[in-house]
């Protein structure tokens, strides 16, 4: 079976570009993360979803970032405009479940995004 | 402060022996506690959940779990170069795992 896919996995960028982050979750998973990773901030959750309805933005860091889910198959994480600070590598998981406690978390390759 | 700590580590341990990794939360209303692996350059993966205090086994692993102390830690036996890699705690307030806060890491580096 196929895993999270992410793309591109990798994106160099000039600063004040729009950048556009894909991910198809794993087919029937019915929850869906976005997270951000830095060597500075560690692993970061931004936004996750239940059956494509946004749960929880808090951690969305500003009006810039963007995410949906039009539907069950497909998720995009848009950064509009882009900033050097916003180099990371971005991460999208699934999961079959929300809230249940034998349930797992899967992450995809992950996009390594550089802003210039 | 950050909600969860952990040691960045280098952390490093003869092959075979045992390695112990440590991590330490803030927010008592944490219920449920993870531990992912994450090879270099590559995604988390899980390995172990706790959501009680005291240990759980699972192979070589073992997690603990001190609730009063807020303190998680993992020990991994018998330590394979395969285990070389980053370990990432993370606590949740649900006993569901939607909602992860994850510590930096720490790098686990066994010497053949």
């Known amino acids: 079976d196929a895993g999270v896919i992410q793309s591109p996995r990798h994106e160099v960028t000039e600063m004040g570009q729009e950048v556009t982050l894909r991910c198809k979750p794993i087919s029937g998973h019915n929850s869906l993360f976005w997270y951000r990773q830095t060597m500075m901030r560690g692993l970061e959750l931004l936004i996750y979803f239940n059956n494509n309805v946004p749960i929880d933005d808090s951690g969305m860091p500003e009006d810039r970032f963007s995410a949906k889910m039009p539907n069950a198959s497909f998720s995009t994480l848009k950064i509009q405009p882009s900033e050097p600070r916003d180099s990371a590598v971005y991460f999208c998981?699934?999961?079959?479940?929300?809230?249940?406690?034998?349930?797992?978390?899967?992450f995809g390759p992950g996009t390594r995004l550089t802003v210039l | 402060q950050k909600e969860v700590e952990q040691n960045s580590g280098p952390l490093s341990v003869p092959e075979g022996a045992i390695a112990s990794l440590n991590c330490t939360y803030s927010?008592?209303?944490?219920?449920?506690f993870f531990w992912y692996r994450q090879y270099s350059g590559k995604s988390p993966e899980l390995i172990m959940s706790?959501?009680?205090?005291g240990d759980k086994e699972d192979g070589r692993f073992t997690a603990q779990l001190n609730k009063a102390s807020q303190y998680v830690s993992l020990l991994i036996r018998d330590s394979q170069p395969s285990d070389s890699a980053t370990y990432l705690c993370?606590?949740?307030?649900?006993?569901?795992?939607?909602?992860?806060?994850f510590g930096t890491g720490t790098r686990l580096t066994i010497i053949p």
């Open positions: 706790i959501y009680s205090n």
């Open positions: 927010d008592r209303g944490s219920q449920s």
């Open positions: 993370a606590a949740s307030r649900d006993f569901g795992n939607e909602k992860l806060t």
């Open positions: 998981a699934s999961s079959l479940q929300m809230g249940s406690p034998t349930d797992t978390q899967y």
